[in-house]
């Protein structure tokens, strides 16, 4: 994304964050290393899918959750992937949480071996 530099992707990947006792169903908040943009105010609103880590004015990271609404003006800097998201529905306020950088095929391996995986449990019940 062209709202965060190569070093706050190095911040972002290199740097756990915990989970906040203010995250919900809508929005999982991270407290931790501040997230710096780029930008000086808010976006044009914009889609937000489910698993997007907005980025706001404070550079605490949320992550969308189940409940997320479906537009947004804070600055995207990354997407959970799908085969990962079972994972933050678990997460509890306290909980470690560590960013690694995927390519999207790499993304899409890890959902088919899981959608793989489901499918075979199916077969065995």
């Known amino acids: 994304s062209n ?3 190569d070093n706050t992707w190095n911040d972002f ?3 756990s964050f915990l989970v ?33 880590i907005q980025v706001p004015k404070s550079g605490d990271p949320i992550i969308s959750f189940v409940e997320h609404q479906t537009t947004g003006g804070y600055p995207k800097i990354a997407n959970v992937i799908m085969a990962d998201l079972y994972k933050v529905g678990q997460l509890k306020p306290g909980d470690k949480i560590k960013f ?5 095929e790499e993304a899409e391996k890890l959902r088919f071996e899981q959608l793989a995986f489901i499918n075979n449990l199916e077969k065995n019940d």
């Open 13 to 15: 990947t290199s740097n």
């Open 20 to 52: 906040s006792n203010l995250s919900n169903r809508m929005g999982i908040r991270l407290d931790g290393n501040k997230i710096n943009s780029t930008i000086d105010n808010e976006i044009i609103t914009e889609g937000v899918p489910l698993g997007a």
């Open 3 to 5: 709202y965060f530099n």
């Open 100 to 104: 690694d950088l995927v390519t999207i």
